[in-house]
């Protein structure tokens, strides 16, 4: 158990539609990352986030948006929904400051299986 | 655009062989290099990772080999066991940040 929770762990939902996946961090830790996984691309980066603030952004669509609130919980909003937005979205946390190095562990939840009919 | 991009897509390994795994990148602002492992219905973690100021890596029967002439690494698993079928990702993040960009992933398959 990574300690990262991840909430719903399989949502099926229609196009058009609009979901909330929910994270919660490891305890103690202050930044969250958000990965999409499809089965074409492997793991693609979406948006970090640094005691809720926005930290870093990678191929996140404008239909999708992400927040970190003050008890550091994470939600990644995603609207419009089409079919090929079927995939796996995890959650992940790590102790990392930003501009202290790099290197801490990154520590992935389970995932939330999305699947857009 | 694939920021970290590895190969091969699957490997099949008989039992006890060696499974190698080869990543390259281009950013030379990535300084930190790991290997994730994942399990089928379980988020990747962590197996082993190194920094660019040392060539190799050691970890029981894992290994990971850095080039940085090259900006390519790799992971060696001696001794293959079924235990290690699992998808593997290499990944990099840049200097003072934390945003890990991963490979495609290869799909190993250690036949018994």
């Known amino acids: 158990d990574s300690g990262v929770t991840q909430t719903p762990k399989h949502l099926i939902t229609a196009t058009g539609q609009r979901v909330t996946l929910r994270c919660s961090p490891r305890s103690g830790d202050l930044s969250v990352y958000w990965y999409q996984q499809s089965l074409d691309q492997g793991l693609q980066f979406l948006i970090q986030?640094?005691?809720?603030?926005?930290?870093a952004k990678g191929n996140i669509l404008e239909r999708f948006s992400a927040q970190q609130f003050p008890d550091l919980h994470s939600e990644l909003n995603l609207s419009s929904l089409e079919l090929g937005d079927s995939a796996l979205y995890f959650c992940?946390?790590?102790?990392?400051?930003?501009?202290?190095?790099?290197?801490?562990?990154?520590?992935f939840g389970e995932g939330s299986w999305l699947t857009v009919v | 655009q694939q920021q970290v991009k590895q190969s091969p897509q699957s490997l099949i390994v008989q039992k006890g062989g060696i499974s190698i795994i080869n990543c390259a990148y281009e950013n030379t602002a990535f300084d930190y290099f790991p290997w994730y492992q994942q399990f089928p219905g379980k988020g990747p973690a962590l197996l082993i990772a190194?920094?660019?100021?040392?060539s190799e890596k050691k970890e029981g029967r894992f290994t990971i080999s850095f080039n940085k002439s090259a900006k390519q690494f790799s992971l060696h698993i001696m001794d293959s066991q079924p235990g290690d079928s699992a998808t593997y990702f290499c990944a990099a993040s840049k200097r003072n940040n934390n945003d890990m960009r991963f490979g495609a992933g290869t799909r190993l398959t250690v036949k018994p």
């Open positions: 190194i920094r660019p100021d040392v």
């Open positions: 986030y640094y005691n809720g603030e926005e930290r």
């Open positions: 992940a946390s790590s102790a990392h400051r930003p501009g202290v190095g790099s290197g801490n562990t990154i520590y």
